[in-house]
Structures are given as C-alpha cells and as structure tokens.
C-alpha cells in the first residue's frame, strides 16, 4: 500500500476476485456479523447516497468506488479470510517490511535533494531554515507523517511486546528509530503533536516511564536552533509569513457553511474541491484546487452530512473502544495484545492529527487505516468466539 498505489490495486482486485471465487464454490467461510460492520455498512451507504447532492456525480462515483468502496471491502475481506495469530502477524510484517522501505527511500530522497515540488512544501519566507521536507512515496510530508505515525504505533508496541529480551525487539526497536527520524524530516507540525499523543497513549496502557521521554523536547528547543525548533515554536505563536493557519480557518468555516447548507447528507463524497470555490471568491478568481477542508472531522461532516459524520465516527471511535475493551477482558498471546495495542494508538494518533488535517483522504493512508480496524475486528471476534465455545463447553 505505502510504495505503489497501482500494483497494490492489482492485487486487491486478484484478492476480490479470489474471495468471490471461494464464496461461489464454497459459500462464506463466517456467516456471522462481526463488530463494526454495521456503522462501517451505514457509512458505505450514506456516502454512497450523499452523491445526490454531487455537482461532478459520475466523477463522485469513481471516486466512490475508488475509495470508499476499496475499504469497506478491505475490511470484510480481513474479517472473513484471515485466520489466527500467524496469518495477522503475516500482515503486520509485511506491512513494517513495507514500511522500512519507504524509510529507506526517504532517506535517499533526502540526502540527495530528490524533493520534487519543493516550493509547494516549503515556505522559505516564513521558514529560511527549512529547506526541504521528507515525503518519499506517499507524494507530500502531511501524508507520509500521517502513514509514519500509524505503523509508529505497530513499530512500539511491539519493542513493548519483546521488552526485555533485546535481540527479538532490537529489529522493531531500529525500525521504530528510523520512522521517527523520518516523522522529524517530514517538519509536519499536527504530526509531531500526535508522536505526542502517541507517547501519551503507551504510557497510560503500558508503562508511564515512557512519558519521561517528554523531556527531550525542552532539550532540544535549548540546544538546536534550526529549521526543527522554529517549526516546532510556531505551533504555539502565529506569523503574518505563515499563512497555513490562516487558509486553514477559512476552510473550515466554508466546511461548516456547507454542512449547513446541505445537513443531512452534505455536498458528496470527494466533492470539497469542486464546491469549495463557491463559498471563497479569491481561490476561484486564483483557479485554485483545494482538496479538501485540512479537517478529518469537518470534511467527512461537509462531503456526507451528519449521518455520515455519525456512520464513520461510531465506526472509528469504536475501533478504539473494542481495542480498549480487547485489554481489559482479554489476556491472550503477546502479539495479539501487542497488535490490539498498536490498533488503538494508531486510531488515536490520526485522530488527533486530524484537527489540523486531513490525511485519510488519500487511498493509501485510508487503507492503511481500514487494514488496522479490519485486524482488530479479527482479533477481538476470534476471542469472542473461544470464549463463547469455552463457556459452552464448561456448561456441559
């Protein structure tokens, strides 16, 4: 998913075509309904009915079928064809495999300057210092940070599930050194807050030494005075040169502007960048595309209204929920804690980013997304059902 979005859509469409072959010979492998399928089912639909109200309806459609669809059938598929321990830890493997060589790249791309449309990542007048960002596959820094941030998350958990026996952690802990590194190349300010809230996250669950790391920060606003501290600094004040936040604030009115003019199932789904114009004159005088609001929670509420708001948060926040809920009853293998661990940080990092951004518009960052939910919906039916069938077989 992170290196190449085209070949991973071949070879989501030979798994769609797999799982519909297997289904006609031999019926559904789990006929049951797992958790979340039914607000991740409603916000398919009501994503699906709010193109009504789409100016470009057969682009909507597309568009539709290039996103929404994709992930409600990546999360099914994950639901109904993966099976134990070995077959998510297959998954999440590859994925840090991936993952490492994404880093890898991104250092290469840094070290040698290969940062194409620099002048669109890079605001000289506001930061002289800053030169370049890190972006590597995933074509801007906001989205690679927002990808880093998620598999940060698996990357951690699971040094947390090795910790103490160096040699089985020390492969996860460098990969978890690398993409931190990567995340301050990237300069994305929203992300650095949720590495913060991440951190938070793993010292409540786990151990709340980890929170003593906060004290880098102050170390490094004393004794580094480059591009990193300026960019970190301006979080906390406002400068006339720096123009994101100022742009940011007029999206999000025009957001809540057409959540008010279209409540119930908003403008349609990947229309934001088509309808935005209408309700800012200087973008459409400048011929100016914006993709979306810069607002996880505002855009999903202008594009599908307040039931799509309600589908897909019911559905996100409950991933978190469950994954909660998983630590709290469950108290099965290492990695599958491990994973469940990493599920909710990861939900929560994205989360929290998300008020300044909106990364989940890319395919690659929702699928990634979607492929975290889908893991955890497996892990925690699977337990349910051994319980259920331990209690059953107690009883007799």
């Known amino acids: 998913m992170p290196l190449q979005l085209f070949v991973m859509e071949a070879f989501f469409l030979a798994a769609l075509v797999l799982a519909a072959r297997y289904v006609w010979c031999y019926d559904l492998p789990d006929r049951t309904r797992p958790i979340l399928f039914v607000p991740a089912a409603a916000f398919a639909v009501v994503?699906?009915?709010?193109?009504?109200?789409?100016?470009?309806?057969?682009?909507g459609l597309a568009f539709y079928a290039f996103t929404v669809l994709q992930y409600f059938l990546l999360f099914c598929?994950?639901?109904?064809?993966?099976?134990?321990?070995?077959?998510?830890k297959l998954l999440v493997y590859g994925l840090l495999l991936s993952t490492a060589l994404v880093a890898l790249y991104g250092f290469y791309q840094y070290a040698h300057m290969l940062t194409l449309?620099?002048?669109?990542?890079?605001?000289?007048?506001?930061?002289?210092?800053?030169?370049?960002?890190?972006?590597?596959?995933?074509?801007?820094?906001?989205?690679?940070?927002a990808y880093l941030l998620m598999v940060m998350s698996a990357a951690g958990a699971l040094v947390i599930r090795w910790w103490g026996r160096w040699k089985q952690a020390a492969p996860f802990a460098l990969l978890l050194a690398a993409l931190t590194l990567c995340l301050v190349l990237t300069y994305s300010r929203g992300a650095w807050i949720s590495a913060c809230a991440l951190i938070f996250f793993f010292g409540l669950v786990w151990d709340k030494r980890l929170w003593l790391s906060f004290l880098v920060i102050p170390l490094v606003l004393?004794?580094?005075?480059?591009?990193?501290?300026?960019?970190?600094?301006?979080?906390f004040s406002q400068s006339a040169a720096d123009t994101s936040v100022s742009?940011?604030?007029d999206m999000w009115l025009a957001a809540l502007q057409m959540t008010a003019d279209h409540p119930l199932l908003g403008i349609g789904w990947g229309a934001f960048k088509y309808v935005y114009p209408v309700y800012n004159e200087l973008i459409q005088e400048a011929g100016i595309t914006i993709f979306h609001a810069h607002n996880m929670y505002l855009n999903i509420l202008a594009e599908t209204g307040l039931l799509g708001f309600t589908a897909y948060f019911w559905f996100y926040f409950g991933v978190v929920w469950y994954a909660i809920?998983?630590?709290?009853?469950?108290?099965?293998?290492?990695?599958?804690?491990?994973l469940v661990m990493?599920?909710?940080?990861?939900?929560?990092?994205?989360?929290?980013?998300?008020?300044?951004?909106?990364?989940?518009?890319?395919?690659?960052?929702?699928?990634?997304?979607?492929?975290?939910?889908?893991?955890?919906?497996?892990?925690?039916?699977?337990?349910?059902k051994n319980q259920k069938k331990s209690l059953r077989n107690n009883s007799q």
């Open 47 to 59: 994503a699906l009915l709010s193109l009504a109200g789409s100016p470009r309806l057969f682009l």
């Open 77 to 88: 598929l994950l639901q109904q064809f993966v099976r134990g321990e070995a077959e998510r």
């Open 117 to 145: 449309r620099e002048e669109e990542w890079v605001d000289n007048s506001a930061f002289p210092l800053l030169r370049r960002r890190m972006y590597s596959t995933l074509y801007n820094p906001n989205l690679l940070s």
């Open 222 to 235: 004393a004794f580094h005075h480059g591009g990193v501290t300026r960019r970190l600094l301006s979080i």
């Open 247 to 249: 742009m940011r604030m």
């Open 325 to 338: 809920r998983f630590l709290h009853r469950y108290s099965g293998p290492p990695f599958d804690r491990a």
């Open 342 to 384: 990493a599920v909710a940080g990861a939900m929560l990092a994205v989360a929290v980013s998300g008020f300044s951004d909106y990364d989940l518009f890319s395919t690659q960052i929702s699928l990634t997304l979607w492929l975290f939910a889908g893991l955890l919906t497996n892990t925690y039916e699977e337990y349910r």
